[in-house]
């Protein structure tokens, strides 16, 4: 054997081909260990569902107990609360004309009952003795009398047109209001007299009160329909009607009802 291969060192195995590599390995396997240990004394997001559910129940049964069994949500009652809307939208949307309507006015046993409102229909089957045949208000069944609900003069008013309903909100001087008080009608008289300009922006003024004074008594009368407010209604399509129906209507005068009702101006 020669000198050479006599003292030749063996080859050493080498411990690291990438020592840098080796390392974010172990680091990487040590954060999945704590956050295997952090998540296990943890809740789930299985466990906060559960708890969460539990709160609401719990809240339902108590309003339950507290309302007499009236509520299950301490009296709150927004449309997706209610087990008939839910029921309407799985349902086709009713669309019919102001005749077709009439027939739905309670004095056919094997069709609902229902009435308009601005063109809105509202499905009333649940409460017969009222809007039926013999019912209090069985003159809103089968027809759309938005006007009535405002002027309170049913038997004249009741149709859709809402032309100039406003005028039952516009004020009139305490000198030509029936039963206005002396007092409001000295103040009256005293008052300085306004300009033409004056006079115009007034009115516009007092007209978009009455316009929002409209709207909002529609929109009561909406709410109590749609079940907001607790009664067992719900709103099941629109009237169909072809365009310009209203202007082929002729224009009413305001029912004398709610002329006597219109407020006195006030002066201060």
Same mark, same amino acid.
């Given at each position: 054997?020669?000198?050479?291969?006599?003292?030749? *060192?063996?080859?050493?195995?080498?411990?690291?081909?990438?020592?840098?590599?080796? +390392?974010?390995?172990?680091? $990487?396997?040590? =954060?999945?260990?704590? +956050?295997?240990?952090?998540?296990?004394?943890?809740?789930?997001?299985?466990?906060?569902?559960?708890?969460? &559910?539990?709160?609401?129940?719990?809240?339902?049964?108590?309003?339950?107990?507290?309302?007499?069994?009236?509520?299950?949500?301490?009296?709150?009652?927004?449309?997706?609360?209610?087990?008939?809307?839910?029921?309407?939208? $799985?349902?086709?949307?009713?669309?019919?004309?102001?005749? +077709?309507? =009439?027939?739905?006015?309670?004095?056919?046993?094997?069709?609902?009952?229902?009435?308009?409102?601005?063109?809105?229909?509202?499905?009333?089957?649940?409460?017969?003795?009222?809007? &039926?045949?013999?019912?209090?208000?069985?003159?809103?069944?089968?027809?759309?009398?938005?006007?009535?609900?405002?002027?309170?003069?049913?038997?004249?008013?009741?149709?859709?047109?809402?032309?100039?309903?406003?005028?039952?909100? $516009?004020?009139?001087?305490?000198?030509?209001?029936?039963?206005?008080?002396?007092?409001?009608?000295?103040?009256?008289?005293?008052?300085?007299?306004?300009?033409?300009?004056?006079?115009?922006?007034?009115?516009?003024?007092?007209?978009?009160?009455?316009? *929002?004074?409209?709207?909002?008594?529609?929109?009561?009368?909406? *709410?109590?329909?749609?079940?907001?407010?607790? *009664?067992?209604?719900?709103?099941?399509?629109?009237?169909?009607?072809?365009?310009?129906?209203?202007?082929?209507?002729?224009?009413?005068?305001?029912?004398?009802?709610?002329?006597?009702?219109?407020?006195?101006?006030?002066?201060?």
């Amino acid at each position: 054997m020669s000198s050479a291969a006599r003292y030749r *060192k063996p080859a050493t195995p080498s411990t690291s081909i990438n020592p840098v590599g080796e +390392q974010e390995k172990a680091e $990487l396997k040590d =954060a999945v260990k704590e +956050q295997a240990v952090k998540t296990s004394n943890g809740l789930s997001v299985l466990d906060v569902l559960r708890i969460i &559910g539990g709160m609401l129940l719990l809240s339902s049964g108590l309003s339950y107990l507290s309302t007499s069994g009236e509520s299950m949500t301490w009296g709150y009652n927004a449309w997706w609360t209610r087990a008939r809307e839910w029921k309407t939208l $799985l349902q086709r949307e009713v669309s019919i004309t102001d005749a +077709q309507l =009439a027939a739905y006015d309670g004095t056919d046993p094997t069709l609902p009952i229902y009435l308009a409102l601005n063109g809105t229909i509202y499905d009333v089957s649940s409460a017969p003795s009222t809007y &039926g045949p013999g019912g209090s208000y069985h003159f809103f069944a089968g027809r759309d009398a938005a006007r009535a609900f405002l002027t309170g003069c049913f038997q004249e008013d009741a149709v859709p047109d809402l032309r100039g309903v406003e005028q039952m909100f $516009l004020p009139v001087d305490p000198e030509l209001k029936e039963g206005a008080s002396p007092e409001d009608i000295e103040k009256a008289k005293a008052r300085k007299p306004l300009s033409a300009g004056e006079r115009k922006n007034r009115h516009a003024q007092e007209l978009r009160s009455a316009r *929002k004074q409209v709207k909002e008594g529609l929109e009561s009368w909406h *709410k109590l329909f749609r079940g907001d407010k607790g *009664k067992p209604y719900r709103r099941v399509g629109e009237v169909k009607r072809e365009e310009g129906w209203l202007e082929k209507m002729p224009k009413r005068t305001l029912c004398e009802q709610a002329e006597k009702g219109r407020p006195a101006r006030k002066y201060d």
